[in-house]
Every structure is written in C-alpha cells, then in structure tokens.
C-alpha cells in the first residue's frame, strides 16, 4: 500500500501554526503567539524509525515522529502541528520523491 493511500485512510488532519512575535501580558511577561497558517490537511502520523532518530540525534535534534502530507506547506523548523490532541514542533520537511507529490516532516512530540 502507497503512503498516498495511508494518508487517504488515516482521516486525520493536522493544523500548521507559526509562531508570531511574542506578546506582553498584563503582568510583563513575554507569551508567544501561534498564527494559523493551514488547517485541515490531511496526513499520517508514524513514529519514526531508529535509524531516523539516531541520524537526527547525532545533531542533537529530536525526532519522535514523521508525518505525511501530499501538499507543500512550506514548513519551517520550529512550526508547530497539531493533530487531534497532540502537538508536534518542525524538526525538518523534505519533499520525499522530489516530485512535488509527497512531503514528509521531521517532528518532536511535545506533551
């Protein structure tokens, strides 16, 4: 089965968020601010693999997961995805077959 397909019957999308300039709340304090740039595109979530992990970790760059969409959102390190519940932080995208068709994205789980 085609990772294509995966996505197709994983029915789950995600939400792709930037972060703004950080804001001052009443007590002075600095909060960032997340500005939606998608939402509702599908994908699927996988954990990554160890060798995946270890080649990211020789970097010091932790990556939990890899998630596969079929649309070039132009992801930045340190985006933000949400999918469901769970949040993820842009550890890299790469365009897997470069043919426009797939990308996959590097991410971190965050709790």
Known sequence: MSVES??????????LERADESAATVQGDRTQIWATLFSGIPCWAQPANSGIRAM?????????HQ??????LGCLE??????GST?????????????????????????
């Open 6 to 15: 995966m996505i197709a019957k994983a029915g789950t999308t995600l939400k």
């Open 56 to 64: 990211f970790a020789q970097r010091q760059i932790a990556v939990t």
């Open 67 to 72: 998630i596969y969409i079929q649309t070039d």
């Open 78 to 83: 340190g985006d933000r995805i949400t999918i």
């Open 87 to 111: 949040i993820y932080l842009v550890k890299g995208f790469i365009n897997c077959s470069g043919l426009n068709v797939l990308w996959r994205i590097e991410a971190e789980e965050r709790r």
